[in-house]
Structures are given as structure tokens and as C-alpha cells.
């Protein structure tokens, strides 16, 4: 839950509100309500160079860990995880007649992922998913685990289609207790293991997600939460497609995003090659070769079959005219 203080920041801060830095001297103006966590609320506001996303924090510590993970995503050019860092700032807000910590970051527009998946179709999820670990991969390799990972916290930008995250508020150090999380998603809820902060944590939510996108909704676990899961992936044709993979990611097996990402698209090259088998014309089936060896055996044995007919009647022909000239000699004689 919110704390008062930033409950008094949704009621109070109403668009038009304009904050001004204290230290980097840049201002902006608050448009909209974008969403809010538990420890800061996200706005969309107007700047010199166009939208921005600013989120406002009464937790200064909060303000500077997310800040340095937005800079951890900016470190690794080729992934676009994250939304860009531009600024981070104090402010003095009258309304509550206190000093506040905000930072700005670069504003992400696009369908969260269930939307996006509803509308393109389920092949779309290994897709993203792929996409999804590479940046992962990226953040772990910097010591940072995700934490708070779910598709409320993730856009589908484009064309070319990509996956962004607009909320890092739960990224936390590796080897720390996660900060935040969403019962889901956590695999601490579901009986898979503990909240530490480790790679593993992030790729269970990662199954998850995928689970959540087929299934359009967030069921409650029942006394076997593990056999509740697994019913539920082999029961479904697409995720039954994927289960080795979402069995490993949910009982920690993986190592690593990478390992995760390589047997997505390996079991996605499998169903590929047995959709083309499937789609290939069956060939006409070959007569069978034995009525046509046994005719060819036979041609060759009808001259034989003349010619020792001609033999025969030739022998006829010859006994007959000897028994003739016998005949003849014998009433001659």
C-alpha cells in the first residue's frame, strides 16, 4: 500500500502542476497520471524536448537505486529494456509544502503485453519472450535482478515489434531480498523457492508471463500449487508446446537468461519443422514394381514360347512326311 505521503502526492499534484528542479534547474508540467507503486507515482509530462515520464518519490533512497538501474540499461546500447534516464532532481512542492525527489526518464508509448498478444495471436509470446531475456541477461551479467516482473510492467512498441519495461521500481541488487513483487508472479507465493534476489527469481516470472498471456487472467494457487501449474501447462496446447521450458524456469533449473532464451528457440525450430512436414503435400504413392517386373519377366519369355511352338510343328511335320514316304516305299515294294 501507499504510504500517506504519497497518497497526498496523487491527490494533490493535478495536471497543469508545474515542478521545478532544484539543482539541474529544468521544469516541467505535469499532464496525467500515468500509474503508482509503491513507492513513487509515474506522470506524464510536458518538457522543453517533448513527453517525458516523471515519477515523484518521498523515498529519495528509492529515487537514486532506480535511477542507477535506468543508467545500467542505458550502459547496454544494443538492448532497449528500459526506458532512456534524462534527469533526476529535488523539488519543492507547495501543495504539500515539502521538498520531494523525482527523476525523468524517456516515455514508452504502446499496448501492454496481454493487449498486444490478444491482438497478434499467441505466436507473438516466444517472440517477446526471447526478447525479453536478452535484456534480462544484460541486467544480471550488471548484478541486477528484475524483481517486480509481470505484464502490467511491460509495452509492446513498433513496428519492429519490442518489448519495454516502464517500471523498475522493483529491480533489486542481486543477493538482497527482492523490494517488490506481485503474488503471480513470485515463486515465493507458488511454493518454488525463496525472494532472493537472483537470476532464477526473474526467469520463474518469466513462465509466468507466459502462462498469464494464454491465460488472460491471474488465478489463485489451491493446496498443490505445483500440480496446479503443471495441469495447467500440459492442458493447453500452446504451453503444453513449451513445457520443458516453463517446468525448468519454474523449479530454477536454468543458469542463466541465455540458457532460458536457447531452449525457447530450440522447442520454437521444432514446432516450425513440424508445422512444414505437416503443410508438405503427401507424393502420390508408387505402384507397386511387382506387376511391372513380372510383365517384363515375361515379355522376354513369349519369343522363346514361338519359337518352340515352330520346333514342334516342324518335328510334326517332319514325322508325318517320313511315316508318308514309308508308306509309299512300303506298297511300292
Known amino acids: ?57 518521498s ?16 550502459k547496454a546500447r544494443s ?15 507547495p501543495q504539500l509544502n515539502k521538498n520531494v525527489s523525482f527523476y525523468v526518464m524517456e516515455y514508452i508509448e504502446g499496448p501492454l503485453l496481454p493487449q498486444y ?25 550488471q548484478g541486477w535482478v528484475f ?5 502490467e510492467n511491460l509495452i509492446v512498441t513498433g513496428p519492429p515489434a519490442a518489448i519495454r519495461c516502464i517500471d523498475v521500481g522493483g529491480t533489486t541488487k542481486q543477493g538482497r531480498a527482492i523490494k517488490e513483487y506481485t503474488e503471480f508472479y513470485d515463486r515465493g507465493y507458488w511454493g518454488y523457492g525463496t525472494r532472493k534476489a537472483e537470476p532464477s527469481y526473474d526467469l520463474f516470472a518469466v513462465a509466468m508471463i507466459m502462462i498469464h498471456c494464454v ?8 493446496g498443490k500449487p505445483k500440480e496446479q501449474l503443471r495441469s495447467i501447462i500440459e492442458g493447453h496446447p500452446f504451453l503444453n508446446k513449451y513445457k520443458k521450458v516453463l517446468f525448468s524456469a519454474l523449479n530454477g533449473q536454468y543458469p542463466s537468461a541465455e540458457a532460458m532464451k536457447h531452449d525457447i528457440l530450440t522447442a520454437g525450430q521444432c514446432i516450425g ?3 512444414k512436414d505437416a503443410a508438405k503435400p503427401k507424393p502420390p504413392q508408387a505402384k507397386p514394381r511387382q506387376g511391372t517386373v513380372s510383365q517384363t519377366r515375361y515379355k522376354p519369355k513369349q519369343k522363346p514360347a514361338k519359337n518352340n511352338g515352330l520346333f514342334e510343328t516342324t518335328l510334326i511335320l517332319i514325322s508325318v512326311l517320313a511315316l508318308y514316304f514309308a508308306y509309299i516305299v512300303f506298297f511300292l515294294i
Open 147 to 151: 524483481g517486480d516482473l509481470k505484464p
Open 79 to 93: 538492448q532497449t529494456m528500459g526506458p532512456s534516464f534524462f534527469d533526476a532532481d529535488d523539488a519543492f512542492i
Open 59 to 74: 523515498d529519495s533512497m528509492s529515487v537514486t537505486s532506480e535511477v542507477n538501474v535506468l543508467k545500467s540499461f542505458s
Open 273 to 275: 519443422s513440424k508445422r
Open 215 to 222: 491465460q488472460k487472467k491471474e488465478c489463485k494457487k489451491t
Open 117 to 141: 498478444i490478444s491482438s497478434k495471436g499467441t505466436e507473438w509470446i516466444p517472440v517477446l519472450m526471447v526478447q525479453l531475456l536478452s535484456s534480462l541477461s544484460v541486467l544480471h551479467q
Open 1 to 57: 500500500m501507499m504510504n500517506d505521503a504519497l497518497t497526498s502526492l496523487a491527490c494533490s499534484l493535478a495536471p497543469g502542476t508545474a515542478i521545478q528542479g532544484k539543482w539541474n534547474g529544468k521544469s516541467y508540467r505535469l499532464l496525467k497520471q500515468l500509474g503508482k507503486g509503491a513507492n513513487g507515482i509515474v506522470y506524464l509530462a510536458e518538457a522543453s524536448g517533448g513527453h517525458v515520464a516523471l515519477k515523484i518519490s
